[in-house]
């Protein structure tokens, strides 16, 4: 019998706590100061391209935006690139709109303060506006961005993968042999969600995006150049979290058989691979970096790696399981804490 999926109501631990998504950001931070010079160089090339700019007005979007001080660092990034470059090139800035995306669950009400002190702050014309929805659906007209810009969400899928939950395949079999036969299968469904989701992402910006529009976008990764052999670090923790709760009483398996993370992280083969088949996109420049010195900065100890899994998937896990998180953050332990050979 086929499995009907519920909807994952994905979207990141809100408010200022402990367990926020606010205070449990600095890798993401880290990544988005990464994207900064990339995207200087974007808009210096938008500004400068009189044909892409005609009538002197800009679009950006940020796509997965979330909540807290990241929400709007790409889209701030960008004002100050166009300020600062009409400034050097001697030219009145450009009118810009600043667009901030997420899932309809994300909370907006900070965002919407941020972006009202971000355009009070800037003396030429900044217009800001909000655009909750799926990046798998199209959420802008056809030719009205000039900017696409996306940190650390596009490994997000738009739903576990098809092949396994239609099937009743658990994404973790607690059984080592049933675990063992169907491991790789499990991974290729992943990868195929991805390839399905990351395509139809670029179909749509393509068509939302002007002609010489840009996109300047970071996922996180994985190092290898196959498919993936195992989850990354993060998603294996939560289901061996989640396994010894079941084996304590405390999730029931069934349940836990049914729970998909909704994450895939690609190798950046796979990534250019899309890109090209897709077709649309030629990629000016990819870089791949190692997160480690990150990882062990903001995860030294097993509380800060536990509240990092909450912060991300807090939502989901409790939609699926019901109140669980007073067990799922004592069984911290399981966790041992982010090592650098993970
Ligand atoms: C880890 S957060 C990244 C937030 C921020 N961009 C940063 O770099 O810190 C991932 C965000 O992607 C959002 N997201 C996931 N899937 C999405 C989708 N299909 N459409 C829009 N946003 C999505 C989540 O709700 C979440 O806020």
Partial sequence: MASKQMKQMVHMNQGQGETSYARNSSIQTAEQKRMQPLIEAVI?????????????????????????????????????????????????????????????????????????????????????????????????????????CSSNSLHWLSKAPEDLFRNLIPAYDMDKDAKCQRHRMVLEAYAKQFRKDFTNFLELRAKELVSKGRMVVSLVGRRSDVTATKFSYLSRTIYQILSVMVLEGVNDKEKFDSFYVPVYEPSNKEVREIIQEEGSFSIREMQVHDPTTDMNNALSTPSKFVNLLRALCEPILVQHFGDVMCEFRALQSVTGAWRATC
């Fill in 44 to 148: 210096a090339e938008l500004c400068s391209s009189t044909s892409t700019l005609v009538p002197g007005k800009m679009v950006i979007a940020d796509m997965g935006c979330s909540t807290g001080p990241n929400a709007v660092t790409l889209v701030s990034i960008a004002v100050k690139a166009v300020q600062d470059h009409c400034f050097q090139v001697q030219r009145p800035p450009p009118e810009v709109c600043l667009l901030l995306n997420d899932l309809p669950n994300n909370n907006f009400n900070t965002v919407v303060k941020s972006l009202v002190m971000l355009r009070q702050s800037n003396e030429h014309v900044v217009v800001t506006g909000i655009t909750p929805g799926s990046f798998y659906e199209r959420l802008y007209t056809s030719d009205s961005l000039h900017l696409v």
